[in-house]
Protein backbone atom coordinates (compact mmCIF):
# COMPACT_ATOMS: atom_id res chain seq x y z
CA UNK A 1 0.00 0.00 0.00
CA UNK A 2 1.27 3.52 -1.08
CA UNK A 3 1.79 5.80 1.60
CA UNK A 4 0.34 9.13 1.66
CA UNK A 5 1.65 12.16 3.21
CA UNK A 6 -0.30 14.83 4.69
CA UNK A 7 0.79 18.33 3.64
CA UNK A 8 -0.59 21.52 4.41
CA UNK A 9 -1.49 21.33 0.01
CA UNK A 10 -3.58 18.06 0.60
CA UNK A 11 -5.72 20.24 3.43
CA UNK A 12 -6.32 23.14 1.18
CA UNK A 13 -7.79 20.94 -2.00
CA UNK A 14 -10.85 19.02 0.05
CA UNK A 15 -13.04 22.27 1.26
CA UNK A 16 -15.99 22.42 -0.04
CA UNK A 17 -17.69 19.12 0.46
CA UNK A 18 -18.11 17.70 4.44
CA UNK A 19 -16.83 14.05 4.36
CA UNK A 20 -18.47 11.28 6.55
CA UNK A 21 -17.29 8.28 7.43
CA UNK A 22 -20.10 6.67 8.78
CA UNK A 23 -20.84 3.08 10.31
CA UNK A 24 -23.27 0.72 8.86
CA UNK A 25 -26.93 1.87 9.69
CA UNK A 26 -26.96 5.30 10.57
CA UNK A 27 -28.73 6.52 7.64
CA UNK A 28 -26.43 7.06 5.01
CA UNK A 29 -28.34 5.88 1.88
CA UNK A 30 -31.66 7.54 3.44
CA UNK A 31 -29.89 10.90 3.57
CA UNK A 32 -28.80 10.53 -0.36
CA UNK A 33 -31.80 9.06 -0.94
CA UNK A 34 -33.44 12.16 0.33
CA UNK A 35 -31.25 14.29 -1.93
CA UNK A 36 -33.32 17.98 -0.69
CA UNK A 37 -31.54 20.69 -1.48
CA UNK A 38 -27.46 19.12 -0.91
CA UNK A 39 -26.13 17.11 -3.90
CA UNK A 40 -25.04 14.13 -1.67
CA UNK A 41 -22.55 11.20 -3.45
CA UNK A 42 -23.11 7.97 -1.32
CA UNK A 43 -19.35 6.28 -2.71
CA UNK A 44 -19.59 2.56 -2.11
CA UNK A 45 -15.73 1.77 -1.18
CA UNK A 46 -16.73 -1.76 -2.30
CA UNK A 47 -16.52 -0.34 -5.97
CA UNK A 48 -12.50 1.07 -5.32
CA UNK A 49 -11.01 -1.54 -3.01
CA UNK A 50 -11.86 -4.99 -5.09
CA UNK A 51 -10.56 -5.76 -8.69
CA UNK A 52 -12.92 -8.03 -9.81
CA UNK A 53 -16.97 -8.47 -9.59
CA UNK A 54 -16.34 -11.30 -7.64
CA UNK A 55 -14.98 -9.68 -4.58
CA UNK A 56 -11.92 -12.28 -4.23
CA UNK A 57 -8.76 -9.50 -5.26
CA UNK A 58 -8.11 -6.84 -4.06
CA UNK A 59 -7.38 -3.99 -6.24
CA UNK A 60 -3.81 -3.09 -6.31
CA UNK A 61 -4.71 0.74 -6.17
CA UNK A 62 -6.96 0.86 -3.07
CA UNK A 63 -7.43 2.81 -0.84
CA UNK A 64 -5.48 5.54 -3.03
CA UNK A 65 -8.13 5.10 -5.46
CA UNK A 66 -10.35 6.22 -3.40
CA UNK A 67 -9.04 8.60 -1.76
CA UNK A 68 -8.48 10.60 -5.27
CA UNK A 69 -12.48 9.78 -5.85
CA UNK A 70 -13.09 11.90 -3.11
CA UNK A 71 -10.46 14.77 -4.14
CA UNK A 72 -11.78 14.75 -7.37
CA UNK A 73 -15.80 14.87 -6.26
CA UNK A 74 -15.00 17.39 -3.49
CA UNK A 75 -15.87 20.17 -5.49
CA UNK A 76 -18.58 19.13 -7.14
CA UNK A 77 -20.46 17.43 -4.12
CA UNK A 78 -22.11 19.35 -0.33
CA UNK A 79 -21.42 15.57 1.19
CA UNK A 80 -19.54 12.53 0.38
CA UNK A 81 -20.53 9.49 2.67
CA UNK A 82 -17.48 7.41 2.42
CA UNK A 83 -16.88 4.05 4.55
CA UNK A 84 -15.87 3.69 8.13
CA UNK A 85 -13.60 1.29 7.63
CA UNK A 86 -10.11 1.37 9.17
CA UNK A 87 -8.27 1.64 6.03
CA UNK A 88 -9.91 4.34 4.58
CA UNK A 89 -10.16 6.41 7.63
CA UNK A 90 -6.29 5.59 7.90
CA UNK A 91 -5.88 7.30 4.44
CA UNK A 92 -8.37 10.52 4.79
CA UNK A 93 -5.20 11.15 8.15
CA UNK A 94 -2.40 10.50 6.08
CA UNK A 95 -3.92 12.25 2.51
CA UNK A 96 -4.99 15.29 5.49
CA UNK A 97 -8.69 15.31 4.10
CA UNK A 98 -10.82 16.70 6.76
CA UNK A 99 -13.90 14.73 7.74
CA UNK A 100 -16.50 13.51 10.41
CA UNK A 101 -16.99 10.21 11.74
CA UNK A 102 -20.59 9.08 12.12
CA UNK A 103 -21.10 6.20 14.66
CA UNK A 104 -23.55 4.78 17.10
CA UNK A 105 -22.98 4.52 20.74
CA UNK A 106 -21.76 1.70 22.53
CA UNK A 107 -25.14 0.64 24.14
CA UNK A 108 -27.16 0.78 20.76
CA UNK A 109 -25.99 -2.69 19.45
CA UNK A 110 -29.25 -4.14 19.69
CA UNK A 111 -30.56 -1.19 18.09
CA UNK A 112 -28.73 -1.75 15.37
CA UNK A 113 -28.56 -5.34 14.81
CA UNK A 114 -32.55 -4.75 14.21
CA UNK A 115 -32.11 -1.82 11.74
CA UNK A 116 -29.85 -4.01 9.90
CA UNK A 117 -32.96 -6.43 10.04
CA UNK A 118 -35.42 -3.98 8.78
CA UNK A 119 -33.49 -2.94 5.95
CA UNK A 120 -33.03 -6.61 4.73
CA UNK A 121 -29.03 -6.63 5.34
CA UNK A 122 -28.22 -10.78 4.81
CA UNK A 123 -27.66 -12.96 8.08
CA UNK A 124 -23.76 -12.77 7.48
CA UNK A 125 -23.64 -9.10 7.44
CA UNK A 126 -25.88 -9.33 10.71
CA UNK A 127 -23.56 -11.81 11.99
CA UNK A 128 -20.76 -10.05 11.46
CA UNK A 129 -21.89 -6.67 13.02
CA UNK A 130 -23.11 -8.63 15.76
CA UNK A 131 -19.38 -10.60 16.74
CA UNK A 132 -17.80 -6.95 16.03
CA UNK A 133 -19.89 -4.61 17.10
CA UNK A 134 -17.76 -3.41 20.64
CA UNK A 135 -14.54 -3.78 19.02
CA UNK A 136 -15.52 -1.54 15.99
CA UNK A 137 -17.33 0.92 17.39
CA UNK A 138 -14.37 1.25 20.64
CA UNK A 139 -12.08 1.61 17.49
CA UNK A 140 -13.94 4.50 16.21
CA UNK A 141 -13.86 6.30 19.44
CA UNK A 142 -10.45 5.90 19.68
CA UNK A 143 -10.14 7.16 15.94
CA UNK A 144 -7.38 10.62 15.96
CA UNK A 145 -6.95 13.03 13.29
CA UNK A 146 -11.43 13.51 12.69
CA UNK A 147 -14.36 15.14 14.55
CA UNK A 148 -16.23 12.62 16.12
CA UNK A 149 -20.50 12.37 16.27
CA UNK A 150 -21.95 9.59 18.39
CA UNK A 151 -25.20 9.24 17.38
CA UNK A 152 -27.70 8.31 20.44
CA UNK A 153 -30.51 6.02 20.87
CA UNK A 154 -33.08 6.52 17.86
CA UNK A 155 -31.27 9.23 16.08
CA UNK A 156 -29.65 8.95 12.65
CA UNK A 157 -27.47 10.82 10.55
CA UNK A 158 -30.32 12.93 9.14
CA UNK A 159 -30.73 14.34 12.73
CA UNK A 160 -27.90 16.02 13.04
CA UNK A 161 -26.46 16.64 9.77
CA UNK A 162 -26.57 20.40 9.91
CA UNK A 163 -24.94 20.19 13.17
CA UNK A 164 -22.16 18.29 11.62
CA UNK A 165 -22.15 20.04 8.03
CA UNK A 166 -21.48 23.04 10.53
CA UNK A 167 -18.60 21.69 12.85
CA UNK A 168 -16.56 21.07 9.25
CA UNK A 169 -17.16 24.82 8.67
CA UNK A 170 -16.14 26.02 11.46
CA UNK A 171 -12.90 23.91 11.24
CA UNK A 172 -11.97 25.09 7.87
CA UNK A 173 -12.82 29.14 8.42
Known sequence: MEKIEATKENK?????ATIICG?????????WNRKEELKI???DSTDFSWADASKTTRNSDWPKNYIEYIREKSEEADIILVSSHDTVRDALVKAGITFVLVYPS??????????YRDRGSSEKFIRLL???YEKWVGE???QTGCRHVVLQPGQYLSDVIDQVRESISESQD
Open 12 to 16: EIIKR
Open 130 to 132: EEN
Open 140 to 142: LMS
Open 106 to 115: LEMKGEYIQR
Open 41 to 43: LDS
Open 23 to 31: FPGIGKTTL
